[in-house]
């Protein structure tokens, strides 16, 4: 009889101590589920911010390859062409991200694609290695 006494407060106790313990973790179960869709938000917009930023470098670095074909070819309009559509590109970089760093030196590449592209709007000839620094310049943004 004591048995079954024993056994009998050892479930209602341990019945007590459960339902005690499965009443507060509904709480943090549903703020835990919030955090964690909440992160996964921000992560995928994360990683959509750095796909359209990559975009438009590899874009740019497109740009300003076909621009030293054409500068190869004597084709200074279509060079500055491809280097305004260049510039365009970086433009979408600097508006997407939040980084301080790389939008600076950004900023700085299309300072000099814009020196370029007058140089060759004046008929001023441009020298190939400008475009390959340039190119370089693209290469290790795209390794950010």
Known sequence: M???IGLLMLLAL??????????QP???????VRDFS?????????IERDLHRR???VDA???????KADIYNKNTADAAKELADAL???ELVTRGGKQVDPNASVKELAGKIRELRLELSLGKKVS?????????????????
Do not use: H
Not at 14 to 23: R, V
Not at 128 to 144: F, H
């Open 2 to 4: 004591l048995r079954f």
């Open 14 to 23: 341990s019945f007590g101590f459960g339902y005690l313990w499965g009443k």
């Open 26 to 32: 509904a709480n943090n179960l549903e703020q835990t």
């Open 38 to 46: 909440r992160n996964v938000v921000d992560t995928t917009l994360g």
């Open 55 to 57: 975009q438009s470098l």
């Open 61 to 67: 670095k497109s740009n300003v390859v076909q621009a």
């Open 88 to 90: 365009n590109s970086l």
């Open 128 to 144: 190939a290695t400008k475009l390959d620094d340039i190119q370089k310049e693209l290469d290790l943004l795209l390794r950010k």
